[in-house]
């Protein structure tokens, strides 16, 4: 079965620096990837897919990039600020092309003033 | 508020209760999937509908877990004869279908089993 592999050391940066937030996947290559942000007590926010066929998505100060060959996807977070702290989720598309989702533990980010 | 919903946020039931949880997709949204999330983890799958068809329970535990959406809008989710092992955060999330993008989540619903 597919396992997504996000780091589980909290990442600490300090505000203004470029954040990278990794998610590795085994077996099967997945139509596309997602990713959501997560506040403490809330549900998961979309933030952005990006599909099999491309290299890189960018959003304002979010940028995603996907491997299939290394089966891994970056995401990137310039300019960070306070507010972006939280805890970041990589997900999957399952097979059966039926919008369910795989998701990674998640990572969780803060940025330092 | 156009967003997803779930009643009740908190919930606590003695070990052996029955519980039921509910969610208002999105209007219009034909899939709605509910997920279930433990501490320091990411969602799991539980089940999923198409409008009103239940297309895959695979990510249910256990057979005391009953999903059901019979007008292919608001969605319920039982739990019966509860053990502590349920409690976790509860999300459901709905989205428009085929071709399959973001998934809107509402805020979940905390189960404590004591």
């Known amino acids: 079965s597919q396992k997504i592999e996000q780091n589980s050391e909290a990442l600490n940066i300090q505000e203004g620096k470029t954040a990278t937030l990794t998610c590795n996947y085994t077996n099967y290559s997945p139509a596309y990837l997602q990713w959501y942000r997560q506040d403490p007590g809330r549900g998961p926010v979309f933030l952005l897919l990006i599909r099999e066929n491309e290299k890189e998505k960018r959003k304002e100060r979010l940028k995603v990039t996907f491997d299939t060959t290394l089966k891994q996807s970056l995401f990137h977070i310039t300019a960070s600020q306070p507010a972006d702290s939280a805890t970041y989720l990589c997900a999957l598309d399952a097979p059966g092309n039926t919008g369910k989702l795989i998701f990674g533990q998640g990572t969780t980010l803060q940025v330092k003033p | 508020g156009a967003g997803v919903s779930q009643s009740p946020r908190y919930k606590v039931a003695k070990r052996g209760q029955d519980v039921a949880l509910r969610c208002d997709p999105i209007?219009?949204?034909?899939?709605l999937f509910w997920y279930q999330q433990a501490l320091g983890q990411g969602p799991e799958f539980l089940t999923y509908?198409?409008?009103?068809?239940?297309?895959?329970k695979s990510g249910l535990p256990s057979d005391r877990f009953f999903a059901e959406r019979p007008e292919g809008s608001v969605s319920t989710l039982k739990i019966q004869r509860t053990q502590q092992e349920d409690s976790a955060v509860y999300l459901c999330?709905?989205?428009?279908?085929?071709?399959?993008?973001?998934?809107?989540f509402g805020p979940g619903t905390r189960l404590t089993v004591l």
């Open positions: 999330a709905s989205c428009e279908g085929e071709p399959y993008n973001e998934q809107f």
């Open positions: 209007s219009g949204h034909v899939s």
């Open positions: 509908f198409q409008n009103e068809a239940q297309l895959d």
